[in-house]
Structures are given as C-alpha cells and as structure tokens.
C-alpha cells in the first residue's frame, strides 16, 4: 500500500479559517482537515453586490477574451492538479485512483475549456427579404450557483464555466459538507479571472435560500436533491428566477437477453459505483432477463469482490466511504428493507457502525421484489438491486414507473433493438452498453422529477444567457 504524498503549496492554508468556522474532517479516517468560514447574510450581500459590480465590465470584456481567460483558468487547474485532487480525496473521501478524485479535477480543466470553446453566435431565424430577425444572446447579471457534496469541484465547473463565458458573475455556494474543495478550486480559478467575477459563500441551506431569495441574483444553477429543488422553485418565484435544476436520479438500466454477462459486468459495476454509488447519474437499479439472472448476479460479485474499498490517499483504492454519516444510514436502512423482505445478499450487507470512517460495502441484492424500497427510493451509494424480469414490456414498465427520470440504460448485443427500448425510457438521457457517460459536448439534463433545464454544449450556454430577439 503506498499513500500520496501531500504537496503542499499552502492552497490549504490560504482557504481555512485559523480558529472558529466549520469544522471539517476526513469521511474516511475522522481526520480533522481544518475549519471552512461561514458566511452571514450581510457577507451574502457584499459578495453579490460585489459580483453585480463586476458583471459590467465583464459583459463588456469581449467574448474571445473571456474564453482565453477560461483556458487560463483551465492552465491553473492543471497546474495545481494533484494538490486540488488530495484535498477533494480528503474532504470527500473518493480516491485519488480509479474515476475519482484525480479523474474529476481533470474534468474541471476539460469543461473549462470545452466551454471556452463552444461557439455561440446570433441566430438568424427569418431572412427572407422581407423580415430579418435574429436571436442574439445576452448575460442575465449574477449568477447564484448551489452544488451537492458528491462531486464537488465538477459541479461547480458545469455551473460556473458556461455562466461565465456568457458573461456573468458567479456567487457560488458549496454544499456544507465539502465547502473546501470548492473554496480551494475558486482559488486556484481566481488566480487566472479577474477580481469579483467569482465569489465563493460558504453556509448552509439557510444561506443557499437567502441566495435565492436574494433580489440581485438573476438565476439559480442548482444540482442537489429533488425535495431542496421543490423548495427553491417556491423561494424563487417572487423574484421570477431563472432556474436550472439537476436534481435526484433513480436510474433503471434494463439488460436484455442477448447478452455475454462477463462482457457487460465491468461496465455494469462502475455505472452504479462510480464514486462509490454516490452519483446522480449512477445506475440505481438493474431489471436482468431471468434467462441470465444468475449469470449476471455472478459476474457482476466477481467484480465487486476484485474492487479494493479504503481510504482515498492510498494509492490502491478504487472505491471509498459514504461522504457522510447520514447518507451511510440511508444506504444501511435501504438495504436492511431489502433483507427483511426476503431478497438474496449477494455480497455485503453489512457494516461496522464504530469502526473509523463511514465505510459501507459494496452491496449487491437479488430476488428483490420491484417495489422493494430500495428499488424506488434512491439509496444514493454501494447497494444495488438486481431486479428479475420474465417480460421485456414489464421491465419497461417498471423503469418507467418512477418520478425520478435522470439516466437510464440498455444493454444489448443488437444496437437495433437496444435503440427501440431507449425510445420508450422516460429518461433525459439513455445510454447503450454503459451508463452515466457524461461529455461537455452532450446536453445533459433531467425528465419529471430530475430536474428541468440543459447542462454543457451550446444548449448549456444558453441557458445562463437571456435571448434578444432583434428584427426589422
Ligand atoms: P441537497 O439537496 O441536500 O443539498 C444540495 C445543496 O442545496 C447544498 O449546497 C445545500 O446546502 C443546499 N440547500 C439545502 N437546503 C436549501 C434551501 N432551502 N435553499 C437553497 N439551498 C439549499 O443535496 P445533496 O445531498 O448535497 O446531494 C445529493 C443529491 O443531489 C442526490 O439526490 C443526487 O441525485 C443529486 N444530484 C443531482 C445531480 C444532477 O446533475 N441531476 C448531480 C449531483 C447530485
């Protein structure tokens, strides 16, 4: 086992307060990181009105500009890379291997510039002699930007690189649970911006609704659970917001019967246990054909069991703890319902509530009944039903019978019929033979109660731009 070595530049130091603030520790070892400032209401109002002081001449900034500027940011990222990715490791517990905390710093560098690049013209919709109309893209004023805990620095990135490349400023507030991975990448983003065009405020769900309240703020980008989303489209009504919402999944992957099993459960594995199970887009429930349940079952306990699970410094692990005590309580609940139940522990199941760190393993659970609640809520880390179907129609059926619409996906040896079922899922995206895939050039949003609204490409940019139609 070798163990990172920390490289210690200060950007740590630079981002906690010396005494007092939020105390913040280590999910794996209960290692204390440091203290993470909070911020009042009246910090809330000078960081926005500081950002709405900047926006103009950051609108006014020409657009080539402000791309090379993001590049510049992304250089930064890259320069302090492995830094950024051992605290992120720290804080949230995901390892620095496998696709975790190294793997999501280097996709903050890649969104920064794929955004940077994307091309955002006027569109020309009528030009036929007559009538000239075309619509042109304008900054909407201050961003307000309110992330999760599970994939910290990323998230943020989806939120504040296209937010900024049309020309707005970004007050951006971390989940109380990570608040230094976010306050230690806009410090290493700000080395590249200019002053105020990001501002970081560190609280907790009261602040992310002053936020929302916040008259100065002209839309919210928010990525978190379904019910917090419920309550900030309330809170943002009196002040007509603008809203992205990319909110809670409980993604149905349905296998059909032509499937090698050992072929697909690799990729069957890490599409639930990327970042081990906490992941909005993570498959979160599987519907398999009984012709090759067992099969299946079996493939994918091979794989699970081969997965080192540990602390995030050390170098071997690809799987870590729960980010969190509660969310590891959930996870246990959930599966507990399923045992009591009668459904088959295919292998975990069980965890040590006083051993150090909020380890729970990698758990997979067949005969399971459909409406088991582990199957329709969403467990949101390492438990995954495995669902027998006998009836391709049911299993539709059943991946369709949820609120929840993130993700879903198909997998299959015939693309044919693999891409007729994806056009029956009630999903903002279906992917074929993986699952959870994101690319800065995909739109990626919800259907039903995953959200409303488009992250990444130019449908990204748009949104956090209002349209001016223009005409003679
Ligand atoms: P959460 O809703 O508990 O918290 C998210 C953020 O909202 C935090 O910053 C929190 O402080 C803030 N908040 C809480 N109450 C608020 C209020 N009343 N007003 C404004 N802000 C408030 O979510 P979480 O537990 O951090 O994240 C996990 C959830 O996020 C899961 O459901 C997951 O599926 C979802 N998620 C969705 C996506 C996506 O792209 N659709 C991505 C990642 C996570």
């Known amino acids: 086992m ?39 209401a009246a910090d809330l109002d000078t960081a926005v009105a500081a950002a709405q002081a900047a926006q103009k001449s950051w609108a006014a900034t020409p657009d080539a500009e402000r791309s090379a500027l993001l590049h510049k940011a992304a250089d930064a990222v890259e320069a302090h890379a492995e830094e950024l990715a051992q605290l992120l490791s720290r804080e949230q517990g995901k390892p620095l291997n496998g696709p975790n905390a190294r793997f999501e710093v280097g996709a903050c560098a890649a969104w920064l510039r794929a955004n ?37 620095m990323m998230i943020s990135v989806w939120q504040l690189a296209p937010s900024l490349r049309m020309g707005n400023t970004v007050v951006i507030k971390p989940s109380e649970y990570t608040p230094l991975s976010v306050l230690a990448l806009v410090e290493v983003l700000n080395s590249a911006l200019p002053a105020d065009v990001l501002i970081p405020v560190c609280g907790g769900g009261e602040l992310g609704d002053q936020l929302t309240r916040h008259p100065d703020i002209a839309k919210i980008m928010f990525t978190g659970s379904t019910s917090t989303g419920k309550a900030i489209i309330k809170a943002a009504s009196d002040t007509m917001k603008r809203m992205t919402m990319e909110l809670g999944g409980n993604d149905a992957g349905i296998v059909l019967d032509d499937v090698d099993p050992a072929a697909i459960a690799e990729g069957l594995f890490w599409g639930a246990f990327i970042n081990t199970g906490q992941t909005c887009a ?18 994918l306990v091979g794989v699970a069991e081969a997965m080192p699970m540990g602390v995030g410094l050390e170098e071997d ?11 590891r309580d959930i996870v246990a609940r959930l599966v507990d319902s399923a045992r009591n139940a009668g459904a088959t522990i295919l292998t975990g199941g069980e965890h040590d509530a006083e051993a150090p760190g909020y380890f729970y393993p990698i758990t997979l659970v067949a005969d399971i009944d459909p409406d088991n609640p582990l199957v329709t809520e969403e467990q949101f880390g390492p438990a995954l039903p495995i669902i027998a179907y006998d009836d391709l129609e049911q299993a539709i059926e059943w991946a369709n019978s949820l609120d929840a619409g993130l993700g879903s996906s198909v997998w299959s040896a015939d693309r044919a019929r ?24 995909m739109p990626f949003g919800g259907a039903k109660e995953s959200g409303f609204g488009l992250e990444f490409g130019v449908a990204g940019l748009k949104e956090v731009a209002q349209p001016h139609v223009v005409t003679y």
């Open 2 to 40: 070798t163990t990172a070595a920390a490289p210690g530049s200060g950007l740590l130091e630079r981002i906690v307060t010396p005494t007092g603030g939020q105390p913040i520790h280590d999910p794996a070892t209960g290692e204390f990181i440091g203290h993470a400032p909070t911020a009042s």
């Open 116 to 152: 940077a690049d994307f091309p955002i013209e006027p569109e020309v919709v009528i030009d036929d002699g007559e009538t000239y109309a075309e619509v042109r893209y304008q900054p909407l004023g201050v961003v307000g930007a309110i992330g999760p805990w599970n994939w910290p």
């Open 282 to 299: 993570a498959l979160k429930r599987l519907y398999v054909p009984r012709s090759i349940y067992r099969e299946v079952c079996d493939a």
């Open 317 to 327: 692990n690809v799987l870590g703890p729960l980010q969190n005590a509660a969310q």
């Open 418 to 441: 693999a891409l007729d079922v994806a056009a029956r899922l009630e999903a903002g995206t279906t992917w074929i033979n993986k699952h959870g895939a994101v690319d800065p050039r």
